[in-house]
């Protein structure tokens, strides 16, 4: 390959960032263009703050736009005007129209964090780790303009474990991803690579997280609790309360004590130990409610908690 492969790069959140430095140092890519949603009001003081990818190209120089809506006539335009060999999408936030998909030379490709078909949707990495996946991984895929229903190029799996949550899962699939990307795009335009169609059929979805289910029901089985909390780690957090303030329990492990569910069995160094429905979980992490993280042991040393309270309603 003489010639580097001329990308326009679309995403917004630190998911998609290492895929754009794989792409930007790799001389065979050249990032020509990158387009990430609008900054967005963050913080107590709501100031607008930029997404991760534009921080990322703004330091690296290269040209960004900003569309509220990617669909409309002169972002089309503007990304068609660089003409593009590949169109990459990382995890952008919006549905793209097929007079963007139809752009690129050679095919627009999307990085999917799971092992399509499983986990199409909007939050695959928590929905594995709840729903006691043993694996997942990422796939790079051509884009239809279904759902994460393209043929996937490739994709790499890996293990989950009990030390995982969605932020450590994240963060690992994250830079897998960028690599296997760029692995992607050579070949594909190499001709080694033959997308699958994927089995419709095996199909599982991955809808957004909603309040409801951030509520931790001590009465379900250990695993089950030590998923959730591990799940939906650091963002958005499970939620118990304790004397009335709320807590967000970021990290925990199994232990084979039991008792009442929600009654906390003891306190220790290595954290708090509290009841389920079937066994028990050893809460090691947590965030109280208006507060920063720490460990549980320092949680239990000025917060008046003692062996026999109850955690949740």
């Known amino acids: 390959m003489t010639n580097p492969l001329k990308v326009v790069f679309m995403g917004?959140?630190?998911?998609?960032?290492?895929?754009?430095?794989?792409?930007?140092?790799?001389?065979?890519?050249?990032?020509?263009?990158?387009?990430?949603?609008?900054?967005?009001?963050?913080?107590?003081?709501?100031?607008?703050?930029?997404?991760?990818?534009?921080?990322?190209?703004?330091?690296?120089?290269?040209?960004?736009?900003?569309?509220?809506?990617a669909r409309a006539p002169e972002s089309v335009e503007k990304i068609a005007s660089v003409a593009p060999d590949y169109l990459v999408v990382v995890a952008y936030g919006q549905i793209l129209p097929l007079s963007i998909l139809k752009i690129p030379k050679f095919a627009p490709v999307n990085l999917h964090a799971s092992l399509l078909p499983r986990w199409r949707g909007a939050a695959p990495i928590h929905r594995a780790l709840l729903a006691g996946d043993s694996a997942t991984g990422v796939c790079s895929m051509v884009m239809e303009e279904g759902l994460d229903t393209g043929p996937t190029i490739l994709c790499q799996q890996t293990q989950i474990t009990a030390e995982d949550t969605t932020g450590a899962l994240h963060d690992r699939l994250a830079g897998i991803g960028?690599?296997?990307?760029?692995?992607?795009?050579?070949?594909?335009?190499?001709?080694?690579?033959?997308?699958?169609?994927?089995?419709?059929?095996?199909?599982?979805?991955?809808?957004?997280?909603?309040?409801?289910?951030?509520?931790?029901?001590?009465?379900?089985?250990?695993?089950?609790?030590?998923?959730?909390?591990?799940?939906?780690a650091p963002f958005p957090g499970a939620v118990t309360s304790h004397g009335g303030r709320l807590i967000k329990p970021l990290f925990?492990?199994?232990?084979?004590?039991?008792?009442?569910?929600?009654?906390?069995?003891?306190?220790?160094?290595?954290?708090i130990t509290v009841a389920c429905g079937d066994g028990a979980v050893v809460i090691t992490q947590l965030k109280p409610e208006g507060k920063g993280v720490m460990a549980a042991h320092a949680y239990t040393l000025g917060h008046g908690i003692k062996a026999g309270d109850a955690l949740g309603s």
């Open 178 to 232: 960028a690599a296997l990307m760029t692995r992607s795009l050579v070949e594909y335009a190499q001709g080694k690579i033959t997308p699958h169609e994927q089995d419709s059929n095996l199909a599982t979805y991955a809808p957004k997280l909603t309040k409801e289910e951030f509520v931790i029901d001590w009465g379900a089985p250990a695993d089950e609790v030590s998923r959730k909390i591990r799940g939906l």
């Open 252 to 271: 925990c492990h199994l232990s084979p004590a039991g008792g009442r569910p929600g009654q906390i069995l003891s306190l220790s160094e290595d954290g």
């Open 12 to 69: 917004t959140p630190d998911f998609a960032v290492p895929t754009l430095k794989a792409l930007v140092e790799d001389p065979r890519f050249e990032v020509l263009l990158v387009v990430s949603q609008p900054d967005k009001p963050k913080g107590r003081g709501r100031k607008l703050a930029p997404t991760p990818v534009k921080e990322e190209a703004m330091e690296r120089h290269i040209p960004l736009i900003q569309p509220a809506k």
